[in-house]
Each structure stands twice: as C-alpha cells, then as structure tokens.
C-alpha cells in the first residue's frame, strides 16, 4: 500500500498503541489530509507557543507569527497589553503587517488603505465617503484571538475558545518548565531577536521526535564527540557514557523530555558547574532555591510543550509547520537574568558551536530529517516503530519514565496526537 493511502478511515488508526510494539503510520509525515486535519485540530484548537515578553518591551513592539496556516499579530498596545489578533484586513482580507517584527503605532493595510490601532481597533479608512455616514467602525476592527494566556513570561494563544486552560494543558510539564526558569536566581530570561531559523523538506513532527531523542546521538553526533576528542575537551567514551545517563520521560498532553542529571556531569546543564566556578551566581542560587531545588534546576532538560515548542539549555525552539514536507524552526537564543555575563557569554558561544547554522549538531539532525520524510515514501511496509524501551518504561507520577534513549516522549507525542486527531472534529473553529 502506498504510504498516501491511510491505512484507515480514521486518523487515529494512523497510530497503532499496540503495548508491546507502538507504532506510527508513515502516512503521518506525508498526506495532505493528515496535514490539513492537524492544522484544524491541533494548532487551531491547542495552546500555541507565540511569543516571550521580551520580544514586546514597549507600547507598539510587535511580531507576527503563523498558527497552522493563519497569520497573527502579537502586539502590545498603549494601554500596555498584549493583544492577539488575525492578520487579516476586514475589508478584502489582506494582512495587514507583513513585517516578522517590528515597532508601529498602527498597522495600515496596504491595499486600500484602512488603518488600525494594536489593539486591533479600525482608526481610519481612506476615501471614507464611500461608506454610509452610519457606517460603525467599532464593528470591524481586527478578530481578537479567543485566547492569550502569560505563563512566567511565555505567551501562548488558544484559537478556540473553549476548552481546557492553559494551566491545565501545562500541568503535567509545569515544574520542569519551573526548574528550566530557576537556572536564573531571579528566574527571567531576555530573548536575544532575531531568531536563527532553518527550513527543512520534512514533516513538523520529525523535529519534535528528535529534540528529546537520547537514541541517535552517538551515531548522528559521532563527528561532533570526536571534535570535542581532538580538542581534548573530551572523549568520545566519556561523552557516550554521559548520554548513558538521565532519563526520557512522557507526560500526558503530548509534552515529553529528555533529562541528564545535574551536578558536574559535562553533559547536564551549565547550572552545577558554573555555581562552581562563580561564587556570585552560587550565592544568588543559594539564597534563592533549597538544595533539594538546586539539584534539579541542574539537571539538563530538553522540555517539548505540545505542539510546537521547546525549551533548550541555551535557546527556546518554536516549530512551524507549512506543509506535509516542509517545516521552518526557529531557534532564539536568550540571556539567563541575574547571572554573570560571562556565563551567558558561554551559553551563547556554545549554542553557536552546536545547533548554530554551522554548528556540529543540527546541521546532521537536518539531514536525517529530510533522509526519513524520504525513506516513508517506500512501499513494502508502512509502519515506523517507536516502542524502543516500552518493555521496561515505568509510570511515576503520571509520567512515563524511561531510559535516556528510550521512546518513552515520543509515545506521549503521539497518544496526544491520536485523542485530538480523533476529537470532535465537528468543533473545530471556523468550520
Ligand atoms: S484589503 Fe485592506 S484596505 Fe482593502
Ligand atoms: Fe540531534
């Protein structure tokens, strides 16, 4: 069977929970009607990633962002809140800000001319005569996203307007996302903007695989661990070792991680051995977190917040979807507050060396995307197994814990996907 032809009527048989051997259609990656159905609902019904506030420090800042296929405004207005609002021109439908950031007092749509404040309110139309004198411009400012909701700074839109909070859609990833914000004793991070970005010719969910993948690092980051053998930073024992170490764990809602435990592990975060090496910051954590805290916010996480972000040691990843086999990421680097710059000075030259555009690490992960949506079109057999470690994976908390290379988040990823792909689909926004 060609892997275009589902294997079912539903989307949900597209993933197999069978409880020995978990498995995933491979239509998943490459059928428009998969990719339609997740535009509709997943990222036109779930909590979406769209912004840190940093991004939008003064009156007028804004970005525009793509949820699904629909162009948003963020933007904070003069009253001093951030709006999120469809970029769409209520005249004719263009957008109205075609810029990826910026600073304006008002976005002026550029095909006839009509003009609207950042809260969205129309403030202008050319040639206004053309209208009838009772013509009530309140009525026809730009849509309002139904929801935006600030977690610690994290901006994220709903474009639905019912279903669960935010708070309950982060619930079960919300200390981790804690523990990842305490590695600043004040626990604040700044976007450094603009994002670096890469386009690939794959699916979405290929990224969101492999952010908290312990499996292939040995193999697809083999030339990086012999970089850090010949800089005699390490070796390559040392470095597999490492990655023997930690866990992977699956949550409900779709979100999962990747943890290497803190301390002076090279491999956990810069946390433990920074503290080592700069007294202020050891004494500002000290006086801030209890040791108990300590030792987590020193672990290393990879933490994927369903569907389109993660939160990376040295940079926040946001996924973008455009099509079956194409995907754009961008990836903003940020300054921990409250640290000595040269420990963000550290972080910064770090990421460069690995995730940076030409770094020794995702450079490769890039390419074994591209070699999977590739290698999903064969026929013969259509399933791609994700059931690494489902025979020892164990349930703490609500959680699905397993060993570091195991396939435990990846499970999760697509238990979520399964329910939302199958839900109500006669509910989704706009249909
Ligand atoms: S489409 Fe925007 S003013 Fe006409
Ligand atoms: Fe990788």
Known sequence: MAVTERAAQSFADLVDVDPAEFRIHGSVYT?????????DRIFARSWVYVAHVSELPAPGDYKTVMIGLQPIIITRHEDGNIYALYNRCRHRGAVVCRQERGHSNFFRCRYHNWVYANNGDLIGMSQATGYPDDFDRSEYGLVRVPRLTN????LFINLADEGPSL????????KYID???GRSPIEGIDLLVPPHRYEYPGNWKLQAENGYDGYHGNYVHLSWQRVLQLSKESTVDEVQRYRQEGCARGMVNGHGLLERPGSLNPAASWTARMMGRYPEYAGAMKQRFSEQELVEISARRNIFVFPNLYLFDTHIRVIVPKATDKTEVQLYVYALKGIPDKINEGRYRGHER?????????????EVFTEVQTGVHAKGNVWNLINRGQHRERRENGEWVGHTTDEA???SLYRHWRQVMEDHPESIPGR
């Open 354 to 366: 690995f995730y940076g555009p030409a770094g020794f690490g995702a450079p490769d992960d890039i």
């Open 409 to 411: 988040p990846q499970r």
């Open 167 to 174: 708070d309950e859609h982060l619930a079960p990833v919300r």
């Open 179 to 181: 523990y990842w914000f």
């Open 31 to 39: 059928d428009p009607d998969v990719f339609d159905a997740e535009m």
């Open 151 to 154: 977690y610690r700074g994290l």
